[in-house]
């Protein structure tokens, strides 16, 4: 028991970035809220942000300094999957948005933030029918077992494709803005569950139920901006 406690006091004590990186990471953060909420630069701010945020979500995954100790790994790899599906989907997000702000209107832009996009519900669709830890988490919390999970995950899928293909996509980001609102609501905002039962620390539950909502605003966004017809070749 001690020997564990003296582990888990030295994994605290060290954090698994460097101090200045974390600081830089945050006074960017703070630059790009204040510039985006003076509508200045917003394409290259967005851009900006969803660099972070990429970065963010592939450092999460592959740090190994985030696994603290080995009675936390389990865990520790779960959550980190977890939350650098949201921010890789975020990300995708913001590149949208740098493309609605854009005075040239670059199609490449575009395709890239819909192709991220369409890859976060490929991997939220994967985790949903292939991770245990999600499909207890739905099965709990949604009506209707796996005839429910199979519809969510029908309707996602399509998403991803839409995205893929550019086409139907005010339509399917609609579709997909209420089903991430409800899967957040019923299952992510049940904050007790992941803590008490699942040992997800709790801010690390709140942050997937924020980037859950830059996620369903973004979908929202996408639906009163696009139109089904266009497509970017």
Known sequence: ?????GRKNIDLKYPPMLPKVIYVHIGIFILCGFLMSGKFKRKEVALVYAGQLIYLAYNIYNNS????SEWQRVRALYTHIRMALRHFGCAGMFLIYSYIYDVQRLKQLRKIGETVVGIFLVAYVYALNNSTEDKRGFLSHIPGGDWSRF????ILACGAMCFFSGYFLRDISLSCMVILAILT???DCDIKYWVNVKNMHYWNQIRLISDDLCLILG???IGCRFDNKIKVD
């Open 1 to 5: 028991m001690e020997q564990k406690r």
């Open 65 to 68: 300094n985030f696994k603290y």
């Open 151 to 154: 519809f969510f995950t029908l």
């Open 185 to 187: 609501v019923f299952i």
């Open 219 to 221: 979908f929202a966004m």
